[in-house]
Every structure is written in C-alpha cells, then in structure tokens.
Nanobody
Framework: QVRLMESGGGRVQPGGSLRLSCSASGLSLDHSAVGWFRQAPGKEREGLSYISSTYSNTYYEDSVKGRFTISRDSAENTVYLQMNSLKPDDTGVYFC????????????????WGQGTQVTVSS
C-alpha cells in the first residue's frame, strides 16, 4: 500500500520560512515525479513545484519561483519543499503528490496524494 505523508506545516509570520517534508512508504520517490500543490481557502488546488524522476530536474510556478526550493533525499525517500520569504497569500493546505508520469503530475492527476499539511502565514 502506497502512502505519502506531509509534515512541517505550521504558522509563521510574513517573511518567515518553513520546510515541508513528503515521505513515502510503499513507493520509491526516486523513481517517481513528485510535486507540491497548495489549496488556499476558497480556491482551487494549484501546482507549485515539481521534481522529475530521471534527472531530478526541478520546476517552479511563477508564484513561488525564487522563494521555494524543491529537493529530494534518496536515502530518506523524502522530498522537501523549502519555503522562504513567505507571504500571507501562501496560506493554505499543502499536498505532495507522486506519479510515474510527469505529465499527469503537472496536470494534478497523480495517482498518489498525501493528506496535506496546513501552512498559515500571518502576523
């Protein structure tokens, strides 16, 4: 059984930082494209950042480019999202997702999803 588990969310002041973790059981994240998504209150879920399986190429949506960094730790079977310079608009539930298909991942149609972790950016 595949399970993705996010952690690291919390409450932070504007300008602060958080690091989210996405760990997996029953699935090698090394052999999967992995992405981070966010669902803000009253809004649709949006993709933020992705890391490919083969060469660990990284991709960022404009909303987080230059502030967020996605990375993979193969030994821990974990993908991280380092979030810096956080803004109130970054508030939402953050999900990680994984799929063998990078295309499906970016479309938000991944087979595997975590349960989400709440991030609140507020003074």
């Amino acid at each position: 059984q595949v399970r993705l588990m996010e952690s690291g969310g919390g409450r932070v002041q504007p300008g602060g930082s958080l690091r989210l973790s996405c760990s997996a059981s029953g699935l090698s994240l090394d052999h999967s494209a992995v992405g981070w998504f966010r669902q803000a209150p009253g809004k649709e879920r949006e993709g933020l950042s992705y890391i490919s399986s083969t060469y660990s190429n990284t991709y960022y949506e404009d909303s987080v480019k230059g502030r967020f960094t996605i990375s993979r730790d193969s030994a821990e079977n974990t993908v991280y999202l380092q979030m810096n310079s956080l803004k109130p608009d970054d508030t939402g539930v953050y999900f990680c997702a994984a799929d063998r298909s990078f295309i499906l991942l970016r479309r938000g149609e991944s087979v595997y999803w975590g349960q989400g972790t709440q991030v609140t950016v507020s003074s």
